[in-house]
């Protein structure tokens, strides 16, 4: 088995991962995600390993509660811990930048 990914992977990897490396941390990586993928790979190495082994060995008996109507919050109960708020909307930071 090769030891190590190419730089290419690695910076593939990166990018997919939307983080930027530098040359050591290229190199370093390079060793470690393929000493990861070994690992991973050694599941598919377990004999007689298939989707016919896996099952459930008990009967699922859930039981659920029955759905009961209760006192609703108003909106100034429901917004009285949130940090920033404009009218009855909460206000989060923009997680995504277009």
Do not use: C, W
Not at 5 to 20: D, F, P, S
Not at 42 to 64: A, C
Request: charged share 40%; no cysteine; proline share 3%.
């Amino acid at each position: 088995m090769e030891e190590k990914l190419t730089r290419e992977e690695v910076l593939h990897v990166a990018h997919l991962a939307r983080i930027g490396l530098t040359e050591e941390e290229i190199k370093k990586f390079q060793v470690q995600l393929k000493t990861l993928l070994n690992e991973v790979e050694k599941i598919n190495e377990v004999k007689g390993y298939d989707d016919e082994m896996i099952f459930t060995p008990r009967e699922k008996t859930t039981s659920l509660r029955k759905d009961e109507v209760g006192e609703m919050l108003t909106a100034e109960e429901a917004l009285k811990n949130v940090p920033e708020r404009n009218g009855n909307f909460v206000e989060v930071p923009v997680m995504i930048d277009e």
